[in-house]
Each structure stands twice: as structure tokens, then as C-alpha cells.
């Protein structure tokens, strides 16, 4: 049961390039979310999806793509990374049915040159 | 919407008890409010949830008033291990399941 699981843990890019951050998760929820952490700052939503199907912008969606391949995966894509995408970006589930915990990955760290 | 508003910082000594309060003025009416603590380098964990009135567990207590408007995250007797960052999280009404977190409260446990 290794619960969520964010691939790869670390990455460099070049301004320019593109990515796609993976995530997977085995608890059966229905929601999932991607929020990226800026050094010494908070948590900030990007893309979310509350069901397998759907998917909604969160706080800072502009240079971001997500797919809601199936309930345990969704993924996160810059199709043209930039400086200011330099960051943390954590994966998490939900399931509002059973109870109202966020459960995290370990995080991707991603430096943008 | 308002998220919601927690203390930027505080510090504390080992041994003592630490209290945060955090503001949710829009919370949903029928959700929870969680709280997580974030160490460095790591992804946020879950501590504790609560609905109403006082909840403990083996890491700490929540307290939430009756009109659930806040509510105060307590570590009792910190060690050096409890610096981190806590966050408090409450679904906001209307915004469905878009979970928005706020600043959180870093917390500081100095010998």
C-alpha cells in the first residue's frame, strides 16, 4: 500500500522544454489535486479533479496542463517550462465520502534553468 | 472567498504547550476542518480533524467554538522535533472541492 506515489522526484528542464509530472495513488479516492510550494511559501493549487472525468483550475492553473487518466492517475504537464515554474510540486487525494483528510506524495522538485 | 488566516510565525521552548489559531470565516457547513504539519523537504501529513468542540489524538488537541468560525491547533509539551509548519484547512461553502490552503504557521522549538 504505498498510498500516493509522485514520479520523478527530481528534474531540471531548460526554459523551454516540456514535462509531464506523474501521479498515482491506491486508496480509491475520488479526488486528486496538484499544488506547487515556492521556497518558503505555501501550498498553492493549480489543478484539481473531484472525480475521475473532471478536472478544475485551482489558484495558479496558467502554464499548466493536467489528465485525469483513470481514478488513481493524474497527471501534470508543462508543455513549455519556464523560470518562474521553479518549485515543489506536491500531488494529494481526497475522498469527501470517507472523511476529509488531504494524504500528500513525497514531492517533485523541479528547477527550470 | 476568503482562505484561511493562521499566524505567520511563533516560537516556542521545549516542554511548553503551543497554541495556533486559524481563521475560517466561510467554512463549509457540513465539513471538517484538518489540520497538517509540514516538515522541510517533505510533503504536508495529516495530524488532526474536528467538527465541533474538542478533539484529541496522541499528537494534539483541536478546539472549535460554536460557530466554527476558527479554531486553535494545541501541542502539548513541544520538543525540537514539532518545528514545522502547520496548516489548518477547511473547505470553503461554494467552492466545492477546491481545496485552497493559506499561509500556514511556522513554528519555531528552540532548546
Known amino acids: 500500500n504505498a498510498g500516493v506515489t509522485q514520479t520523478p522526484k527530481f528534474q531540471v528542464l531548460k526554459t523551454g522544454q516540456s514535462m509531464t509530472l506523474q501521479c498515482a495513488q491506491d486508496?480509491?479516492?475520488?479526488?486528486m489535486y496538484w499544488y506547487r510550494q515556492d521556497p518558503g511559501m505555501g501550498l498553492r493549487l493549480i489543478y484539481y479533479?473531484?472525480?475521475?472525468?473532471?478536472?478544475d483550475k485551482g489558484e495558479v492553473p496558467n502554464g499548466y496542463n493536467v489528465s485525469r487518466l483513470n481514478k488513481r492517475e493524474f497527471s501534470l504537464r508543462l508543455e513549455s517550462a519556464a523560470p518562474s515554474q521553479t518549485s515543489v510540486y506536491f500531488c494529494?487525494?481526497?475522498?469527501?465520502?470517507?472523511?476529509?483528510?488531504?494524504?500528500f506524495g513525497s514531492g517533485t522538485q523541479l528547477s527550470v534553468l | 472567498l476568503a482562505k484561511t488566516t493562521q499566524p505567520i510565525s511563533m516560537d516556542s521552548y521545549e516542554g511548553q504547550e503551543v497554541n495556533i489559531t486559524c481563521s475560517h470565516n466561510?467554512?463549509?457547513?457540513?465539513?471538517?476542518i484538518t489540520w497538517y504539519q509540514q516538515f522541510p523537504s517533505q510533503g504536508p501529513r495529516f495530524i488532526i480533524q474536528?467538527?465541533?468542540t474538542k478533539v484529541t489524538n496522541e499528537v494534539a488537541s483541536l478546539f472549535i467554538p460554536a460557530d466554527r468560525k476558527s479554531s486553535t491547533l494545541s501541542l502539548p509539551r513541544v520538543s525540537l522535533s514539532d518545528t514545522a509548519v502547520y496548516y489548518c484547512?477547511?473547505?470553503?461553502?461554494?467552492?466545492?472541492?477546491?481545496?485552497?490552503f493559506g499561509g500556514g504557521t511556522r513554528v519555531l522549538v528552540k532548546p
Open positions: 484547512l477547511s473547505p470553503i461553502k461554494a467552492a466545492g472541492n477546491k481545496l485552497t
Open positions: 479533479s473531484a472525480s475521475e472525468g473532471t478536472t
Open positions: 494529494a487525494t481526497h475522498d469527501r465520502a470517507k472523511d476529509e483528510k488531504l494524504f
Open positions: 486508496m480509491n479516492h475520488n479526488s
Open positions: 466561510n467554512i463549509a457547513t457540513n465539513d471538517y
Open positions: 474536528g467538527y465541533k
